[in-house]
């Protein structure tokens, strides 16, 4: 007779399952330059406004309604814009990537960072060695929008790409203490990756953690338990599900298409203003789908890293935005 067995309940992916260092996710990986003739930023960061819906052409080649005007679920991310405030050389070593000297900007023009971190009072220049990356760090401005109550700003890493290295040190050289927006990293029909912290659940149980099995309704005690923690002579294994921490881990969506890029937010706020959020004020974009993270949650959006051409790079054909009430009235 053969033995009967099946495949585990729930996955382990992702575990341990532990809760995000910080609201603000770091980028491990960026995409090659695919042989761009200018340098550019690669990444950007909005805020999480809320979801709504569009009538749209169907851009997926292969999809069953390819060309035809469908309803889509989007995304609506407030950018206002982002300050460089430095660069910093990375050189190759045996144990990666080892950060050489950082060049930063003036302190008058990022007045702003004096409460976050110390920041050097004048620009000094310093010699350049040999180097291998080049990246800048930029700050949000979450001043500038009303739904987000977060006033200092958040600090992250955006890697500068493309032409050759000397190209891309005066490029970003050229960026210290300036502003740049949304429209300068990417365009509309882009593909990007979206990256941020999930939603938070707290602490639950095996079952909605991991997706066990009920036990029977006869079972002794309870139902919403696991049937056993492994063998008796054994340490109880990670491989055991069990309860614990669920949500706010960081996630990445990836092939995640720009429908558009607006300059006045108010044109596709719904009547009475997202839920939770309000109403958007600045310039902002909308995604086909959902995005990981709550609202107000900041999320940072990086050129596809895995995308396989097959949508065409070009602006969508949008024949409706709603912005009808959110609020079930």
């Known amino acids: 007779m053969a033995q009967h067995s099946k495949p585990k309940r729930g996955s382990h ?3 341990p399952r532990k809760r995000a260092r910080s609201i603000v996710p770091t980028i491990r990986s960026w995409p090659s330059d695919n042989g761009a003739s200018k340098p550019y930023l690669q990444g950007f960061a909005g805020y999480k406004a809320g979801m709504t819906h569009v009538l749209v052409v169907d851009y997926r080649p292969t999809s069953t309604t390819s060309g035809q005007q469908v309803f889509v679920p989007v995304t609506v991310l407030e950018t206002p814009p982002m300050k460089i405030f ?13 950060s050489l000297t950082e060049i930063w900007a003036d302190g008058d023009a990022i007045k702003e960072l004096q409460d976050v971190i110390p920041v050097p009072k004048k620009k000094k220049e310093k010699e350049v060695k040999q180097y291998d990356d080049i990246r800048v760090l930029a700050m949000t401005e979450p001043w500038k929008i009303t739904g987000v109550p977060q006033k200092k700003p958040h600090i992250m890493e955006i890697r500068v790409g493309g032409a050759s290295l000397e ?14 927006t949304i429209k300068d990293v990417f365009k509309e029909g882009d593909m990007m990756d979206a990256i941020a912290v999930t939603k938070g659940k707290g602490f639950q149980g095996a079952v909605k953690r991991w997706g066990v099995k009920l036990l029977h309704h006869k079972n002794r005690k309870h139902r919403r338990m ?49 839920p939770h959020y309000g109403i958007v004020r600045n310039e902002y974009v909308i995604v086909h789908g959902s995005l990981p ?8 959006m990086r050129h596809a890293i895995r995308y396989i051409k ?13 912005t009808t009430s959110k609020q079930g009235v």
């Open 13 to 15: 992916a992702f575990s």
């Open 86 to 98: 430095a660069l910093r050389l990375y050189q190759k070593t045996p144990y990666g990537m080892k």
């Open 167 to 180: 190209d891309r040190f005066k490029y970003a050289n050229e960026l210290l203490g300036k502003e740049v």
């Open 226 to 274: 696991i049937g056993t923690l492994g063998p008796w002579l054994s340490w109880v294994r990670p491989t055991v599900p069990q309860a614990g921490q669920m949500g706010f881990h960081k996630r990445t969506e990836y092939n995640k298409r720009i429908l558009k890029i607006g300059e006045n937010g108010e044109e596709i706020t719904p009547d009475g203003g997202f």
């Open 293 to 300: 993270g709550s609202v107000k949650r900041i999320i940072r």
């Open 310 to 322: 097959g949508v065409k790079v070009e602006m969508p054909e949008i024949t409706y935005i709603s």
